[in-house]
């Protein structure tokens, strides 16, 4: 057993934003300051966390990815896993695996990403705004997001369905075929 799996389950009574931007802001600065991976019109930032079933599900937005992330509320739903394993979590719109990840002071949480690297955002406000997107309809049953179309063009895209007619997949999707990005 490694020493971060059995270090103790940080848990997070209160909502982990700040301190999840914290800690990425302190990785941002360090160990990925400078790397060609990184946008440099991008900072890190936590636009949306929400308590979820006993889980803090959120995204995280840095130079190099945009991730949805799972923290500890208890020990109940959340278990530590070896850091690059995966944990499959089930949510309203379907079944997505997550890595396993620990940074101390934030202790153990999980990743699952949704773009890497960041290139195709031009600015801050876009890639947060992709980003409370994807997290909205990661907690939304796809048979919701259909029920109150506003038009046929916004009913083809809540079904995953472009504009173009071409048919949207999960990777499409989180690659960024639902905004317009290339798949």
């Known amino acids: 057993m490694s020493a971060i799996r059995s270090a103790p389950l940080q848990i997070h009574a209160d909502n982990p934003a700040a301190l999840l931007q914290h800690a990425f802001a302190m990785i941002a600065d360090g160990r990925m300051a400078g790397l060609p991976i990184c946008n440099p019109a991008l900072t890190v930032a936590v636009p949306a966390m929400r308590l979820h079933e006993d889980i803090w599900i959120g995204v995280l937005v840095t130079p190099w990815t945009i991730a949805l992330v799972v923290l500890p509320h208890s020990a109940n739903r959340f278990q530590p896993i070896e850091v690059g394993q995966q944990q499959c979590w089930t949510f309203a719109s379907g079944d997505y695996v997550f890595m396993g990840n620990h ?46 179309p506003q038009n046929a063009a916004e009913a083809a895209r809540l079904s995953g369905t472009p504009l173009g007619g071409q048919a949207m997949d999960r990777r499409r999707f989180l690659r960024g075929g639902l905004f317009g990005a290339r798949g």
């Open 103 to 148: 940074e101390p002071g934030l202790g153990h949480y999980q990743t699952c990403s949704l773009f890497s690297p960041v290139f195709e955002f031009a600015d801050q406000a876009t890639a947060e705004a992709t980003a409370c997107a994807a997290l909205d309809a990661l907690l939304t049953e796809p048979a919701q997001a259909l029920a109150a």
